[in-house]
């Protein structure tokens, strides 16, 4: 549902600021995303949204913030990341979407009873991907390689694939998109 949303607000930043001139684009876009760090800054002494998010995932890997800051979190980095690429910023969109599956992990580990470490963080990392781009054995293997764990391999292909269905036919990137509505390549039912 986060991979929606961020995939929604991505498309109706691109909408709005498309019809501005260029400068006026990169401007707006980039007050917004300054602001945003700036918030960030004066909350948690660092700005965390800017930038690609090591210091974040850190972050929350290491500590065990309140739900309310965890959302708002995730909520300036979708913020910040739609901003950056509606404005006309380039670098890609697989480690924010990373960062942000990282924030929602976090944020589900608040309501799991016990001890996890970064278990959560990580299979949420792995959703947000198979969700945001639909190639839910990218989000795995990229799990895979990061983490040299076997443990997280399951969960993982677990939420990537049940992330990749909730999100429906909704992409952030058009090209990924199954072309004629098929599952797994599949002939639509009839």
């Given at each position: 549902l986060g991979a929606r949303l961020f995939v929604w607000f991505t498309k109706?930043?691109?909408?709005?600021?498309?019809?501005?001139?260029?400068?006026?684009?990169?401007?707006?876009a980039g007050l917004g995303v300054g602001s945003l760090g700036a918030v960030t800054f004066l909350l948690l002494g660092e700005p965390y949204v800017l930038g690609l998010g090591y210091k974040l995932i850190r972050h929350l890997?290491?500590?065990h913030e309140p739900i309310s800051l965890i959302l708002l979190l995730l909520g300036a980095k979708i913020?910040?990341?739609?901003?950056?690429?509606a404005g006309g910023g380039v670098g890609g969109l697989f480690f924010p979407m990373?960062?942000?599956?990282?924030?929602?992990g976090a944020g589900f580990e608040h309501f799991m009873p016990g001890q996890h470490g970064a278990v959560y963080p990580i299979i949420g990392l792995a959703a947000f991907i198979a969700a945001g781009?639909?190639?839910?054995?990218?989000?795995?293997?990229?799990?895979a390689e990061t983490t040299g764990n076997p443990w997280t391999l399951i969960p993982a292909m677990l939420a990537s694939v049940v992330?990749?269905?909730?999100?429906?036919?909704?992409?952030?990137?058009?090209?990924?998109?199954?072309?004629?509505?098929?599952?797994f390549g599949l002939p639509p039912p009839r």
């Amino acid at each position: 549902l986060g991979a929606r949303l961020f995939v929604w607000f991505t498309k109706l930043m691109n909408h709005q600021l498309k019809r501005l001139p260029q400068i006026s684009r990169a401007a707006v876009a980039g007050l917004g995303v300054g602001s945003l760090g700036a918030v960030t800054f004066l909350l948690l002494g660092e700005p965390y949204v800017l930038g690609l998010g090591y210091k974040l995932i850190r972050h929350l890997l290491d500590g065990h913030e309140p739900i309310s800051l965890i959302l708002l979190l995730l909520g300036a980095k979708i913020a910040a990341t739609a901003f950056t690429t509606a404005g006309g910023g380039v670098g890609g969109l697989f480690f924010p979407m990373a960062v942000m599956g990282t924030i929602m992990g976090a944020g589900f580990e608040h309501f799991m009873p016990g001890q996890h470490g970064a278990v959560y963080p990580i299979i949420g990392l792995a959703a947000f991907i198979a969700a945001g781009y639909r190639t839910p054995l990218a989000a795995v293997a990229f799990v895979a390689e990061t983490t040299g764990n076997p443990w997280t391999l399951i969960p993982a292909m677990l939420a990537s694939v049940v992330s990749f269905l909730v999100m429906g036919r909704h992409s952030i990137s058009d090209e990924q998109r199954n072309m004629s509505g098929s599952f797994f390549g599949l002939p639509p039912p009839r």
